[in-house]
């Protein structure tokens, strides 16, 4: 029964990042990154990572929520996903955590209330971060399903890519991480 338990926990792909393929059948993820948080027989939760909300700034957000930014730097807000395109999200690293944390490991960590935005405001918050409003979800068996289809590549958790990177070149980048040339990879799929 061990044995079937290892193999089953590891086809989930929580602490990956998620890549949108080339021609992937919803233009809403085009050239999408996001770090799968949550991945289990209920389905899987990601947060985008490589496209910024245009128009949102960190301090934007913290000034609606009613916190002080303090002496934060202003950083860009990334678009999480489309499903609750108004909740915010906070990957960052593990040298920081509250009450309602949750690992993502190896990569980071992902926190979703406001103690971890006060946090960051007084300066006492996680030494690297991101935020993002929205999240992308899938049912049960609908990852893989759409994963079958050509639609998305399971990388490796690179966290220089998720920390280090600027948000429009996650994806090239995170294909280089791999080993792989994304300017060479095809639209399609072949079946035999």
Same mark, same amino acid.
């Given at each position: 029964?061990?044995?079937?338990?290892?193999?089953?926990?590891?086809?989930?792909?929580?602490?990956?990042?998620?890549?949108?393929?080339?021609?992937?059948?919803?233009?809403?993820?085009?050239?999408?990154?996001?770090?799968?948080?949550?991945?289990?027989?209920?389905?899987?939760?990601?947060?985008?990572?490589?496209?910024?909300?245009?128009?949102?700034?960190?301090?934007?957000?913290?000034?609606?929520?009613?916190?002080?930014?303090?002496?934060?730097?202003?950083?860009?807000?990334?678009?999480?996903?489309?499903?609750?395109?108004?909740?915010?999200?906070?990957?960052?690293?593990?040298?920081?955590?509250?009450?309602?944390?949750?690992?993502?490991?190896?990569?980071?960590?992902?926190?979703?209330?406001?103690?971890?935005?006060?946090?960051? =405001? %007084? /300066?006492?918050? #996680?030494?690297?971060?991101?935020?993002?409003? +929205?999240? &992308?979800?899938?049912?049960?068996?609908?990852?893989?399903?759409?994963?079958?289809?050509?639609?998305?590549?399971?990388?490796?958790?690179?966290?220089?890519?998720?920390?280090?990177?600027?948000?429009?070149?996650?994806?090239?980048?995170?294909?280089? =991480? %791999? /080993?792989?040339? #994304?300017?060479?990879?095809?639209?399609?799929? +072949?079946? &035999?």
């Amino acid at each position: 029964m061990a044995y079937i338990r290892a193999v089953t926990e590891e086809l989930y792909l929580s602490g990956r990042l998620l890549l949108a393929m080339p021609g992937m059948f919803d233009p809403r993820f085009e050239r999408s990154v996001n770090v799968i948080c949550v991945h289990d027989q209920h389905g899987a939760l990601g947060i985008g990572i490589g496209h910024v909300r245009e128009g949102v700034r960190f301090h934007e957000v913290l000034e609606e929520v009613g916190i002080d930014p303090g002496d934060a730097p202003d950083r860009e807000v990334l678009h999480g996903g489309p499903v609750e395109p108004g909740r915010g999200f906070v990957l960052h690293s593990t040298d920081w955590g509250g009450q309602d944390t949750i690992a993502v490991d190896p990569l980071c960590a992902l926190s979703a209330s406001l103690d971890v935005l006060r946090a960051i =405001a %007084e /300066g006492r918050g #996680p030494k690297q971060w991101l935020i993002a409003l +929205g999240y &992308a979800g899938w049912g049960s068996g609908q990852l893989e399903g759409e994963m079958r289809q050509h639609g998305w590549y399971a990388a490796t958790g690179h966290r220089s890519v998720v920390f280090d990177t600027p948000a429009e070149g996650r994806w090239a980048a995170t294909w280089r =991480a %791999e /080993g792989i040339d #994304p300017s060479f990879l095809a639209n399609t799929t +072949g079946r &035999a």
